[in-house]
């Protein structure tokens, strides 16, 4: 159920941040291994978060730091946890010979996360909100696969490979990590969808840092140096990892997670514009194709959520 009409623009913003987080990402997990390029993000976000939640509850008048509650902070961890799994399963995925196809089966994560939402926390959608999941999940998985051509038997017969069972299993956790976040907020004692987002943002990745930062300490603390010695890059990584999570968040403290996840992806459509419009660099047939899709899909994503159809 929509409780506030902030998740639509909170979503949009998300997949922005998102996508510009993951390109200067990439420039620091050239020279550190995958654990260490994933303590980046909590490490150097946490500073971020608390800052978020002063800034708004001090300087914006919001009140007092509202309070977790037991089962709010299990939530957090939990959410927490899944993320880290998802995201390593991902870059598993890089190493296998057909990571193509796993990237793609990574991007069901908005159909995983409306069948489990659906189920564990009730969260109901409409059929042509259903349509336009299954629609823009469909074009992500197009656009993925970088104009490969891949037929559905391609994509079936895959699923034998290391590669997609990774790419499923990140989807999965990734979509545990949306239905924990949202049970989270829930949890927060507060009216408020932002002061519950930046608070359970800020408690989740703490945690993060004491999980991801303790097991790289114990496993490779060589890269834990490492981590330190790439503060200029890894800063930027953590501002925008936390600034995407706070929109992030609110989108899922506010609307069903698959809404939120389908509309945050119309930043695809936005890159794609720009490469092609300003940087002159050609469209293939498969990219229009999934542009099409996903636009098709949030289309009529929201024309299920506010119509109801």
Known sequence: MITSP??????????GLQAWRTAIQRKVGQSLSVNAAGLVRYLYGLPFALLFVILYHGVFGAGGVPMLSPIGLLFCAAG???????????????????FVVGTAYAKTEAAQGAIISWVLLGDALS????????????????????????GPDAFIRALGAPAARYGLASGFFFALTAVAIRRATMDVATPDPISAALTVLTVT???QTLLQGAFLAWREPAQMRAVFTTWRVSGQVGLLSS???????????TA?????RIVGQIEIVFTLSLAHYYLREPLKTSEVAGLLLVVSGVLLALLGAYVGF
Do not use: C, D, H, Y
Request: glycine share 14%; charged share 5%; aromatic share 10%.
């Open 6 to 15: 902030i998740w639509l623009p909170a979503s949009l913003i998300a997949g």
């Open 80 to 98: 927490g946890l899944a993320q880290i799994i998802a995201t390593n399963l991902l870059l598993m995925t890089f190493g296998e010979r057909n």
């Open 127 to 150: 059929p042509l909100a259903w349509a336009g999941v299954v629609a823009g999940v469909v074009g992500i998985m197009v656009l993925s696969t970088g104009g490969k051509r891949m």
């Open 205 to 207: 990745v703490a945690m």
């Open 243 to 253: 600034l995407g999570s706070a929109f992030w968040f609110t989108g899922f403290a």
């Open 256 to 260: 069903p997670i698959a809404l939120v």
